[in-house]
């Protein structure tokens, strides 16, 4: 009889030749556990998405009360549906007048995917802006505005018109024209290693935005929900994006996204043509709920402030020869090694060791430390001393 891990293989259509393999039977809080009773620590949350740990009781229960309700009733932006409704008002009391619409997807990637077409439509323009090692998703639209070639090439031709710009380069910026429909961007580039935007940076951006009518567009898929120490990062730069990008932590661990906008701006979608972005699932009334009690939980503690503390601990204890550089944007953490090997060898030591670390798309010469925001002090103090002994191994 074949393993499971000989199933995953032979019949689940594989990503790369080098899957992580680890069969994870029940996760809770920040660790899982495989089939043979072993525990993990998940140091990079599910990539982004376990904010407030694995299986959070509140979202548990929240899951539980809408599958006796109702799950899929009809495709999106039909029926008053209360998750959704209840869902988008807490979200918007906690941004600016101007996002004040939610249109939910399934994913991150289709975020982008609406997002664009929002900007497309709203100007009557085609140019896209955005910027080399950014990391949008992996859909056809998305891929045509990320910025790393090896990842592009392959799927040519993309969409036609867009301009990679670098980033954080500031005397590039005066390509923003009254050609460009968007310019998208996260403010913490996560796959090239943890790269946060410049505050002078994002400041011209919105600025040449605002002078050229180009809709600024902010990825926030893995900067939002406390992440980097305030509940969207884009309040840090005391800037307000004209398109604001959510997933991975948005549904608490089911599959949601949205891009955010103005009711006014929103409204394009709706006529000429009418139903100008639809989706089936897009705000499954399951993941609603589950997001709203994430973000409940959220809300009600202190995980937001603690992140940035909780960062400065990773790094006073991150000291060792191996490590050049400590990027960091709140719990979003880099370790910056001379090359890939030397990573790739310590992130196996690691999870050989219990502790579930990774590297970055772009960077893989850089460790991935980002793990929910609920970890505790002794936890901090376990996991680095873990990764410190991986380090002196390799
Ligand atoms: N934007 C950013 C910044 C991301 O990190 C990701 C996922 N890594 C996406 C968009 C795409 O999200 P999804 O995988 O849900 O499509």
Redesign the pocket.
């Known amino acids: 009889m074949l393993t499971n891990r000989q199933l995953f293989l032979q019949h689940l259509a594989q990503t790369s030749d080098s899957p992580a393999m680890l069969e994870i039977e029940s996760a809770s809080g920040i660790y899982l556990f495989d089939a043979s009773g072993k525990k993990y620590a998940d140091l990079i949350s599910g990539?982004?998405v376990s904010n407030i740990g694995h299986c959070h009781p509140n979202v548990i229960s929240a899951i539980e009360k809408q599958i006796n309700k109702y799950m899929h009733l009809m495709v999106y932006g039909e029926y008053v549906q209360l998750p959704q409704v209840q869902f988008a008002k807490l979200i918007t009391d906690h941004l600016p007048a101007t996002l004040d619409c939610v249109y939910f997807t399934n994913?991150?990637?289709?975020?982008?995917e609406g997002a664009i077409k929002l900007a497309k439509k709203l100007t009557g323009r085609q140019e896209i802006i955005s910027f080399r090692n950014s990391?949008?998703?992996?859909t056809q639209g998305?891929l045509s505005v990320l910025g790393n070639e090896d990842l592009r090439n392959s799927f040519r031709p993309l969409i036609p018109g867009n301009r990679l710009l670098n980033f954080n380069a500031e005397t590039e910026l005066d390509q923003i024209t009254s050609d460009a429909a968007a310019v998208i961007l996260?403010p913490v580039q996560?796959?090239a290693g943890v790269i946060p935007a410049d505050m002078d940076f994002l400041q011209k951006i919105r600025t040449r935005c605002n002078e050229t009518g180009a809709i600024m567009i902010l990825?926030e898929?893995?900067t939002a929900f406390g992440r980097t120490g305030s509940l969207f990062c884009f309040e840090q730069y005391k800037i307000i994006p004209d398109i604001l990008?959510l997933?991975?932590s948005l549904g608490g661990g089911m599959p949601l996204?949205a891009f955010i906008s103005s009711n006014e701006r929103m409204s394009s979608l709706t006529k000429n043509p009418a139903l100008g972005h639809i989706t089936t699932f897009g705000g499954h009334p399951v993941c609603c709920a589950a997001g709203k009690a994430a973000l409940q939980v959220l809300l009600g503690g202190n995980l937001i402030a603690e992140a940035v503390i909780k960062s400065k601990l990773f790094k006073s204890l991150l000291q060792h020869e191996r490590i050049k550089k400590f990027n960091s944007a709140g719990l979003m953490m880099s370790l910056e090694f001379d090359d890939e090997a030397i990573c790739k060898k310590a992130v196996n030591a690691c999870i050989q060791s219990g502790i579930i670390i990774d590297w970055f798309l772009f960077a893989p010469h850089c460790m991935r430390v980002a793990p929910p925001l609920i970890i505790t002090e002794a936890e901090i103090k376990h996991c680095c001393s873990v990764i410190l002994q991986s380090l002196d191994t390799v």
């Open positions: 990539i982004g994913s991150g990637t289709e975020a982008t990391y949008h998703g992996s998305a996260e996560a796959e990825d898929c893995q990008l997933a991975k996204g």
